[in-house]
């Protein structure tokens, strides 16, 4: 009996001994720097081809990309192969503890404090040659610990949508698109009937945001270094709209049976809504007889104010060709490239240069454009998702919640995230 | 260390045995050891490194935090500890009524299907099983219609005048709704003022939310097929003889079920129960396709919190630590039941009236 567990005891350990030699050799060198991801020399090695992994919205925009990235291979002489991925950060996350990532992938602002803090990322953004052609918030939204990590690749605003037919319906002309917080709940006292409300939004940050930045407030301070969750200003945002929703005039998509702001709208459960530019492709497939128009945000207390969103274009600092991953990220954020995008699928460009063949081009979009003049970014550090989804879901109950209580539950949420 | 002579190697016709077993056994071994042992230990280690997701956790930059994971968890009092703690009340709720209702109604669908006199069994058989063999992805998708604000199930709660919720968005406890029925909306001072895992003890009472009830119904429409067919296979193995008899001593169908057929029951309620918890606590998904832990938070469960943790926080020690927190849990919770469905030997009393009435006792 004891020689047989001696046995087992032996046999086990070496089962481990193994594979923790086996995992080892895995982990490639054993000696993973840190401090590869802070400038320095890009790694050149040209023996192997560039792996560009995105999350993609559809055959358009996959087909986009992978001729965008055949473009390039075509005239770099490089090798380059796009993969559509099926859960994105899942298999970041794989290819990065596998230090096997792929070497250019699409990157969203929430991911960025994670990947940037543990080292999987290259910091390019000053090595970019095009680096001031972008828009200064969105350099900003991509900026971790003072450095800029990488390029965005386009980005959306909010702004408000508008039912023309049922505008008409109410009465209400050109002149009376609202510009004030007043002139808002006017309309959407007008608009709102038995069957339809006046306004639907999504009942989260990323679109009651937009009030409190009318009022002036955000979550955090433009650095990410101070929350500043639960100023008077965020507090004037949330309770203009709790008034909305308490009047009846504003209603949460979900709570007239839709699953996001713009699905109320193309069912006509609401007159407005408050989306971004993605609107327009599910409007165009899913609603196209829905007539709309799209117009700024009215202006709160502190003036004009809306939320970007925005992804960018992530290399990893594993990568063994970095010099040919940024050549590719800098044709891929051309003008020509991002207008081409843009015909293709629909984003808008993340630089100045090509904002007025944009605008020329698409002339009823005008305004999400006017945005990224005086858009907010959502909070950059490490955690903050949580800390919204923490939000999120105290703003389901806003209409009976103490506007005050919630944000300073999220300003001790955020505080704690930082040093 | 003197090590007797008894470790002398046994010759002859066996001798060989031992070996070819060990080879017989081996590539399942090597097989369970790579993808389970090996992968289990890695996660352990996680659960107590600084690893956060970039090369091997085995490296030598990744360091030993001790319980730092663990009590950011349990007593960290910052939002991780209250997610934690309401993805356990979410999920507490969640198994004390899918586990219960789940064994009650497949047990019920079992004796019923397995009476001689019943028409088409094989089509009931069928048609309760069904399913559990469908894909929990595409029962979530169904789901989510049915129990949309403008539904299937809301229109059929119209019909006998009821205002049915708006499922699936709805964060409301159901225990919470139910006593403000009776006009108590906010809880005594001695619930609300103190709190545990983050969350107060208010809200521990809350029940299951509307949204969260969903996915209760969800479960037992899926699971109970599986265990009825468990119940079914142990019914058949019964003998009659037994119930013959008892039959002949005057119990009714009644007596019969609780007192005969139940009790010879015993090892199959303990693995419909034990599967159960099982399956109830590591409910993943459906929250991953269905609802991502809202309306609320009122869906978060642990299995679904140690996933966010981990592929979109960049947490890996603290969502490793979730998933052995919640193991510990499940085998507490079998552990438990184990004991509660032991054979014990019956009491005197219940033995009184089959002893001989021998001496004064009568």
């Given at each position: ?419 | ?172 406890g159901?225990l919470h709704?139910?006593l403000a029925?009776?006009?108590i909306s906010t809880g005594p001072a001695a619930l609300t003022g103190s709190s545990?895992?983050?969350i107060s003890w208010w809200e521990w009472l809350a ?156």
């Amino acid at each position: 009996m004891q020689r047989r567990n001696s046995r087992w005891l032996i046999g086990a350990g070496l089962t481990v001994v193994g594979a923790l030699s086996l995992s080892a050799c895995g982990s490639g060198s054993g000696f993973s720097s840190d401090s590869a991801n802070t400038g320095g020399e890009l790694t050149s090695d040209s023996t192997q081809g560039l792996s560009v992994l995105i999350g993609s919205s559809g055959d358009a925009e996959t087909a986009a990309v992978n001729a965008a990235v055949a473009a390039w291979s075509e005239t770099s002489g490089a090798e380059a192969e796009v993969s559509v991925a099926s859960d994105l950060n899942q298999q970041l996350a794989q290819g990065f503890a596998a230090q096997r990532p792929a070497d250019v992938f699409y990157l969203s602002t929430d991911a960025l404090a994670g990947y940037a803090s543990n080292g999987s990322l290259l910091a390019y953004g000053d090595e970019l040659a095009n680096k001031d052609d972008f828009y200064p918030s969105l350099i900003n939204a991509f900026t971790y610990d003072g450095e800029f990590y990488c390029a965005p690749k386009d980005f959306s605003t909010l702004q408000l949508l508008i039912n023309t037919d049922l505008w008409a319906e109410a009465g209400l002309t050109d002149a009376d698109i609202p510009t004030t917080w007043e002139e808002l709940a006017s309309v959407s006292t007008a608009l709102t009937t038995d069957t339809r409300v006046g306004l639907a939004v999504g009942g989260e940050y990323a679109r009651l945001g937009a009030f409190m930045a009318q009022a002036g407030g955000s979550l955090m301070n433009e650095e990410n270094t101070e929350a500043t969750a639960n100023s008077p200003e965020n507090l004037a945002g949330l309770e203009y709209a709790q008034t909305l929703l308490n009047d009846g005039v504003m209603s949460y998509a979900a709570e007239i049976g839709a699953g996001w702001g713009g699905e109320a709208f193309g069912k006509e459960l609401s007159a407005m809504t408050i989306e971004g530019n993605w609107i327009t492709g599910a409007m165009t497939n899913d609603f196209p007889d829905v007539n709309y128009t799209v117009a700024e945000l009215p202006a709160g207390p502190e003036g004009k104010g809306t939320l970007q969103f925005t992804n960018c274009w992530g290399i990893a600092a594993d990568s063994p060709n970095q010099a040919a991953a940024l050549d590719l990220v800098e044709q891929l954020t051309s003008t020509d490239a991002q207008l081409t995008f843009s015909a293709e699928f629909g984003p808008m460009p993340s630089i100045i240069s090509a904002a007025d063949d944009w605008r020329s081009a698409n002339p009823a979009l005008v305004a999400f454009l006017d945005g990224a003049e005086y858009a907010r970014d959502v909070p950059v550090i490490q955690g903050a998702a949580d800390v919204v989804s923490d939000l999120n879901a105290q703003l389901e109950s806003l209409k009976t919640g103490d506007a005050q209580q919630i944000l300073d539950s999220t300003q001790q949420n955020l505080d704690a995230l930082l040093p | 260390m003197s090590t007797p002579v008894r470790t002398q190697r046994r010759s002859g016709i066996r001798g060989g045995e031992s070996a070819s077993g060990w080879l017989f056994t081996a590539p399942m071994i090597i097989l369970l050891g790579m993808f389970l042992v090996i992968p289990v230990l890695m996660a352990l280690w996680v659960s107590f490194s600084d690893w956060n997701g970039r090369g091997s956790p085995f490296s030598g930059s990744v360091a030993f935090v001790g319980l730092d994971n663990y009590t950011a968890l349990v007593g960290g009092g910052g939002l991780a500890e209250q997610d934690f703690g309401t993805a356990l009340r979410n999920n507490a709720w969640y198994v004390l009524l899918v586990v219960p209702i789940q064994t009650m109604l497949s047990l019920f669908l079992a004796v019923l299907v397995n009476r001689q006199i019943l028409r088409g069994r094989g089509f009931f058989r069928t048609a309760f099983y069904f399913p559990s063999v469908t894909s929990s992805v595409a029962i979530t998708v169904l789901w989510l219609f049915l129990f949309s604000a403008s539904g299937a199930v809301n229109k059929l709660l119209s019909f006998i005048g009821v205002n049915g919720p708006n499922w699936f968005n709805d964060p409301s406890g159901v225990l919470h709704n139910i006593l403000a029925a009776f006009g108590i909306s906010t809880g005594p001072a001695a619930l609300t003022g103190s709190s545990f895992l983050g969350i107060s003890w208010w809200e521990w009472l809350a029940g299951p939310s509307v949204a969260m009830s969903a996915f209760i119904l969800m479960a037992v429409f899926t699971t109970s097929g599986t265990f009825m067919l468990l119940f079914i296979a142990a019914l058949q193995n019964l003998s009659g003889d037994v119930v013959e008899a008892a039959i002949m001593d005057g119990a009714n169908g009644w007596q019969r079920f609780w007192r005969v057929t139940l009790p010879q029951l015993r090892p199959t309620l303990f693995t419909v129960l034990t599967l159960g918890l099982i399956g109830a606590w590591q409910v993943f998904d459906q929250i991953y396709t269905g609802t991502q832990g809202g309306p609320g938070k009122t869906t978060l469960t642990p299995a679904y919190l140690s996933y966010q943790a981990a592929f979109t926080n960049q947490a890996w020690g603290q969502g490793a630590a979730i998933a052995f927190i919640l193991f510990v849990i499940i085998v507490f919770f079998t552990v438990f039941q184990r004991w509660l469905l032991a054979e014990r030997a019956v009491s005197a009393r219940r033995m009184r009236p089959y002893l001989p009435t021998s001496g004064g006792h009568t």
